[in-house]
């Protein structure tokens, strides 16, 4: 079985200031990661996504996402926040295609606020 | 653009009116979801089709059915709407699982129905 754990359902920063979400998993394979953003009254859009090649992952709009499987995490990242950046966002795994899964298992999502 | 596309964008329906929500796509994608979301929630997983082949949750109501008639198309069918199933919901596809895309998956922006 697997699953997400995203630590803190709302995140406040200041513009300018580092952005870090987290997210950690659980699962009996290796893992296929991903994080989502929403905005609101859309559907999800992907941000960035890590299928078992390079541990650190870059994605749109300047985020990026480091793979550690000693820590079962996969924290989500930007070092300067812009106010466009606030949104849900949604961490979520899967399994690689040898096993034959079509579903992503979504995390409890993490709301971002940025301030002026 | 390649996309998926929903339809309507809002829909308003009464307690116990059957409403069908719609869906499609130009990705060319073998496999549909449909998911509820509702407020400050991760997408909850209805059914999914992987070609014809449907695939329902265990805990999906029997009040939710699914038609998919092609490629393109899939229709959410509510039968008898209640309070509760007022929700955003959303629709993706994602490639054949064959081709090793990782379950990656691309959304449509929801259909936001209320339920009077």
């Known amino acids: 079985a697997q699953s997400v754990t995203q630590l803190g359902s709302h995140v406040s920063v200041s513009e300018g200031a580092l952005v870090l979400l987290r997210c950690n998993y659980s699962s009996s394979v290796p893992p296929y990661l991903f994080w989502y953003v929403q905005y609101p009254n859309q559907g999800l859009q992907l941000l960035l996504k890590?299928?078992?090649?390079?541990?650190l992952v870059k994605g749109i709009n300047g985020f990026e996402a480091e793979f550690k499987k000693s820590e079962t995490s996969f924290h989500l990242t930007k070092p300067s926040a812009h106010m466009s950046d606030a949104a849900e966002y949604f961490c979520?795994?899967?399994?690689?295609?040898?096993?034959?899964?079509?579903?992503?298992?979504f995390g409890t999502g993490t709301r971002l606020q940025v301030f002026p | 653009d390649a996309m998926v596309i929903q339809n309507p964008r809002y829909q308003v329906t009464q307690f116990g009116k059957p409403v069908t929500l719609s869906c499609s796509q130009t990705l060319n994608h073998n496999v549909m979801y449909w998911y509820q979301q509702k407020s400050s929630q991760a997408p909850k997983l209805l059914f999914h089709?992987?070609?014809?082949?449907?695939?329902n949750e265990a805990d999906t109501p029997d009040n939710f059915q699914s038609r998919r008639p092609n490629t393109s198309f899939c229709f959410l069918d509510i039968r008898s709407p209640g309070l509760g199933d007022a929700a955003m919901y959303l629709c993706?596809?994602?490639?054949?699982?064959?081709?090793?895309?990782?379950?990656?998956?691309?959304f449509g922006p929801g259909t936001r129905l209320t339920v009077l």
């Open positions: 890590y299928t078992s090649a390079a541990t």
């Open positions: 979520a795994v899967t399994t690689p295609p040898a096993y034959n899964t079509d579903k992503l298992i």
């Open positions: 993706a596809t994602s490639r054949d699982r064959e081709r090793a895309h990782h379950n990656e998956q691309f």
């Open positions: 089709y992987y070609d014809k082949d449907f695939n």
